[in-house]
C-alpha cells in the first residue's frame, strides 16, 4: 500500500511538471489548466491500476488524498505567483545575494503590473484596448461575490 501511495504522488508530481512544461500558465479561471489536466489524467492513470489490486476503500482514499494534492498545489502555486514578497525570498534563495540597485531596476512595479495584467488577460477576466483596462464578464459571480467580501470588510 505504502509502494502505491509514493507511486501516486511521483507520478502526480512528474505528470504536473509535464503540464506545466506543455501548459505553461494558461488559465480555465481561477484555475491553471495543468492543474486540471494533471488532476484528471492521474486519477484516471492510478485509480484504475490501483483499483485492480486493492479493495473500493483503499481507491478511495487515494482519489482523497490526489484531492489534497491538487488542492495543496493550487494554494502553493497561487501564493508563489500573486505575491510580490514570495518573489523576491525566491530570487534571494536562488541567488543568495542580490544587489539592491540592480534588483530594483529589474524588479519595477511596471513589471509587477505586466505581470499581474498578463494573468488576468490569460484567465479572460480582463481585456486592455487602447491602455484602457475593462472587466470582460461583468456578470462573473465570483468577481461579485469577492467584491461583496471586501466591501463588507471595508465597512466594518
Not at 489524467?41 to 492510478?46: A, M
Not at 456578470?139 to 463588507?152: H, Q
Request: proline share 1%; aromatic share 20%; net charge positive.
Amino acid at each position: 500500500m505504502i509502494l502505491f501511495f509514493l507511486i501516486n504522488v511521483i507520478t502526480y508530481l512528474t505528470l504536473l511538471k509535464i503540464n506545466y512544461i506543455f501548459f505553461d500558465q494558461k488559465m480555465y479561471y481561477p484555475f491553471r489548466i495543468a492543474e486540471i489536466n494533471t488532476f484528471i489524467l492521474n486519477n484516471i492513470f492510478i485509480l484504475s491500476l490501483i483499483f485492480i489490486f486493492f479493495e473500493v476503500g483503499f481507491v478511495l482514499l487515494i482519489f482523497f488524498i490526489n484531492c489534497l494534492l491538487s488542492w495543496i498545489i493550487y494554494h502553493l502555486a497561487n501564493m508563489v505567483q500573486t505575491s510580490p514578497r514570495t518573489k523576491i525570498l525566491l530570487d534571494l534563495y536562488n541567488y543568495q545575494k542580490i544587489n539592491k540597485n540592480k534588483y530594483i531596476n529589474t524588479y519595477t512595479i511596471d513589471t509587477i503590473l505586466n505581470n499581474r495584467l498578463e494573468r488576468f488577460i490569460s484567465s479572460n477576466q480582463i481585456q486592455i484596448k487602447n491602455n484602457f483596462i475593462t472587466i470582460s464578464n461583468k456578470s462573473n459571480t465570483f468577481l461579485k461575490l469577492v467584491f461583496s467580501i471586501f466591501k463588507i470588510i471595508k465597512y466594518f
